[in-house]
């Protein structure tokens, strides 16, 4: 299995700040990098596939970025509707893995 | 817009059998990947399996031998089945499609699978 490894795995932060999250997989898996958000209580939300591409409906305020192994999550300007567990996934292979997730908090 | 339905007993004893159901409304079940994750309590996503339309699964290894993902084109559901559920079952059991998009990029093909249609989770509980 491809291990996903995302840091930090929580952080605090004011609205307006700029906050990246990094997944790092064991492997390379090229291009194949998806990120989701998840609020409490709710299913996951898909933000970004294929590294960089935004799913329809999702704010430019986020952004990814990443090759091979080394990926980011980027949110230009927290809002307060951003405040979630943000998850990385690989589509390289199945099983289709995950990262342990990132917990976004409001300072 | 596509909608997912999914239902289930929500509580198991020891080595019972888990099984759900996920209705899928608004398209064919033709055509795409169906996927069953897991969420225990408090803890991250688990990405137990899939199938496609054709009925070829893929399984996560520590799950394979007790899990068995099936579907039902005849009435547009897939189901999820667990054996000899313990308490390290219990979790949120989300349903969802895995959509593919294809493409040519900088001299190669790219397949892309990713979730983007989600049940809203049925929670199971195993306990004696």
């Known amino acids: 299995d491809i291990q996903m490894t995302q840091s930090p795995s929580s952080l605090s932060a004011s609205l307006g700040d700029r906050v990246t999250i990094t997944c790092r997989a064991s492997q390379s898996i090229s291009s194949y990098l998806n990120w989701y958000q998840q609020k409490p209580g709710k299913a996951p939300n898909l933000l970004i596939y294929?590294?960089?591409t935004l799913q329809s409906g999702v704010p430019l305020r986020f952004s990814g970025s990443g090759s091979g192994a080394d990926f980011t999550l980027t949110i230009s300007s927290l809002q307060p509707e951003d405040f979630a567990t943000y998850y990385c996934q690989q589509s390289f292979s199945t099983p289709r893995t995950f990262g342990q997730g990132t917990r976004v908090e409001i300072k | 817009q596509v909608q997912l339905q999914q239902w289930g007993a929500g509580l198991l004893k020891p080595s019972e059998t888990l099984s759900l159901t996920c209705a899928v409304y608004g398209e064919s079940i033709s055509g795409y990947y169906w996927s069953w994750i897991r969420q225990p309590p408090g803890k991250g996503l688990e990405w137990i399996g899939d199938?496609?339309?054709?009925?070829?699964?893929n399984y996560t290894p520590s799950l394979k031998s007790r899990v068995t993902i099936s579907l039902d084109t005849s009435r547009n559901q897939f189901s999820l089945t667990v054996s000899s559920v313990t308490a390290a079952d219990t979790a949120a059991y989300y349903c969802?499609?895995?959509?593919?998009?294809?493409?040519?990029?900088?001299?190669?093909?790219?397949?892309?699978?990713?979730?983007?249609?989600w049940g809203s989770g049925t929670t199971v509980t195993v306990s004696s």
């Open positions: 199938i496609n339309q054709s009925g070829s699964t």
């Open positions: 969802a499609r895995e959509k593919e998009v294809t493409g040519f990029s900088r001299g190669s093909y790219f397949y892309y699978y990713f979730i983007d249609v």
């Open positions: 294929g590294v960089s």
